[in-house]
């Protein structure tokens, strides 16, 4: 069946979204052609507020309000900013911030090393972060890339690059879920579980 060009665009852009396959797209194109047009108009408003109304923190590189030089967190005198944990997209930061126990900052790479991708030190805001380092008085880096060998090997960079400038620099822990059995962990993190077991003398 050949769609009028309106709908098959529609379906193509949405499958592009990541976690939305062709059938996925093809439902909520169909809906949304069907709904009210006060929900589209709404989606469309939102979709371009996105993209206008939003920009980029000086300081951490998390995204903020458009105008705004630093985000909330950079600005504020609650802030420990001697402490800095290192992510590598602004959604790490808002998963670590729903724990609501980190009163350090921040400091957002926009991705991760990645020979294979093309994505090199370069590309990330790295350079920046050393710039902190130099300038800031900062004290601790916790390094909080993701478990995966692309957030590995940036840590693994990272490290290198910090290891002269007398800064203390930490990685998240990693290890066995809460309610997990042993029996359905994999090997490599069994193994990170078992590097970093914890002390329960005394």
Do not use: W
């Amino acid at each position: 069946m050949l769609l009028p060009a309106p709908v098959q665009n529609m379906i193509n852009a949405l499958a592009r979204l990541p976690g939305i396959g062709p059938k996925s797209a093809s439902r909520l194109t169909f809906f949304l052609l069907n709904a009210p047009d006060e929900l589209s108009d709404n989606l469309a408003g939102a979709l371009h507020e996105l993209k206008t109304g939003i920009g980029y923190c000086s300081v951490c590189f998390n995204i903020t309000a458009a105008g705004n030089a630093q985000c909330e967190i950079c600005s504020s005198s609650e802030r420990d900013n001697r402490i800095v944990c290192v992510v590598e997209e602004p959604l790490d930061v808002l998963a670590l911030e729903r724990i609501g126990a980190y009163q350090g900052c921040y400091h957002v790479l926009r991705g991760a090393l990645s020979p294979i991708e093309g994505i090199g030190p370069e590309d990330l805001t790295i350079r920046e972060l050393l710039e902190r380092v130099q300038k800031d008085g900062i004290t601790e880096i916790i390094l909080a890339t993701n478990p995966s060998m692309e957030g590995d090997a940036t840590a693994m960079y990272l490290q290198r690059q910090l290891a002269h400038s007398g800064v203390r620099v930490t990685r998240l822990a990693r290890g066995l879920p809460v309610g997990g059995d042993l029996e359905y962990a994999d090997q490599s993190t069994l193994l990170r579980a078992l590097m970093g077991r914890q002390d329960m003398s005394g």
